[in-house]
């Protein structure tokens, strides 16, 4: 399909080169852009102890001046929070006026437990999610964006790790295949970039000649799919030698000189809990590959 609409999601500690990443991408295919700014607060407010809101007053003066002194510091922070939100919004329709005028800022300033709902909302209404470094090293809201915007929505996600050139127009594509219902619908979000690319190379790790698995001729079934998409197919078989199924796809995708890797997420839920040490720990370190996620 075709990507014109992107969503790319900063912190309010974050630099803008992820906002730049997504803004380049954009300006490749024409994309509209919505950025989602978010800043979930250290910490959360105490509770009132009692039903109708109002603090139990102690019986010691200085419990009491202690205990307002505390609710007080707790409003400042959160204020200070919005405050810094409404300013890097601010920055950021700068630097995009200048850059794509194609645009949309929003705001959520929500607790850490909220994220993933938040991001939901936006990625719901836009093709791909974009997750550049600075929100992929961000290990307290990076997982969270990830949750809900691949899980919760059915979209797909490109992260971009540190010192990786993105790119929706690349010239060699590395698939990731092995016939599971998540790596189909990766090839389907990604049929845009797989057809207008000059190679794509379907790699398959230890596949097993079976009917009811990846068919007499491993790979030959989705070769003939994307062929009639346009695509310029051919099927790699490899051997993992005991290795993980994630490096040697790395591995293969450097040998063949691959601008991104498209495969599927899998898992179950508890894949939420070990996404970002499973299987984009590779992607952070070497090599620096873009990867096109779907599920």
């Keep these: 399909m075709a ?8 912190g309010a500690d974050h630099s803008d080169r992820d906002v730049r990443t997504a803004a380049c991408l954009c ?6 852009l919505s950025v989602l700014i978010m800043s979930p607060p250290p910490l959360v407010m105490s509770p009132p102890l009692l039903g109708d809101g109002i603090p139990a007053w102690p019986t010691q003066r200085a419990q009491a001046i202690a205990r307002l002194e505390k609710r007080y ?12 939100l409404e300013k890097i919004s601010k920055e950021i329709h700068k630097l995009l006026r200048a850059t794509w005028r194609c645009y949309d800022v929003n705001i959520a300033n929500c607790d850490q437990a909220s994220i993933g709902d938040a991001v939901r909302q936006s990625a719901i ?9 600075a929100l992929l090293n961000d290990i307290n809201v ?6 809900g915007s691949l899980f919760d929505t059915g979209k797909p ?3 971009v790790p540190e010192g990786a050139e993105a790119t929706l127009s690349p010239r060699r594509v590395l698939v990731g295949w092995d016939s599971r219902v998540e790596a189909s619908r990766s090839v389907r979000e990604a049929l845009d970039l797989l057809s207008g690319a000059e190679e794509v190379r379907v790699a398959l790790v230890d596949p097993v000649a079976t009917w009811t698995g990846s068919g007499a001729e491993p790979g030959a079934d989705v070769a003939a799919y994307l062929t ?18 994630a490096m040697v796809l790395a591995q293969h995708a450097v040998d063949t000189s691959a601008d991104i890797i498209v495969m599927g997420a899998y898992g179950s839920r508890r894949l939420r809990e070990r996404l970002f040490g499973g299987v984009t720990r590779w992607i952070v370190g070497k090599p ?3 990867l096109f996620l779907a599920r």
């Excluded at 990507?3 to 900063?10: I, P, Q, R």
């Excluded at 300006?27 to 509209?32: F, K, M, P, R």
């Excluded at 009639?228 to 290795?243: E, I, L, N």
């Design 142 to 147: 990076g997982p969270l964006v990830i949750n």
């Design 288 to 290: 620096p590959l873009p």
């Design 157 to 159: 996600v490109l992260v």
């Design 228 to 245: 009639r998409h346009g695509a310029r197919v051919s099927v790699d078989r490899r051997a993992s030698a005991g290795k993980p199924v």
């Design 3 to 10: 990507f014109k609409s992107l969503l790319s999601v900063a």
């Design 125 to 133: 209404c836009n093709d791909l999610t974009i997750v550049g470094p």
């Design 27 to 32: 300006a490749e295919v024409g994309a509209h």
């Design 73 to 84: 510091r707790e409003i400042e922070r959160f204020s200070q929070d919005a405050a810094s």
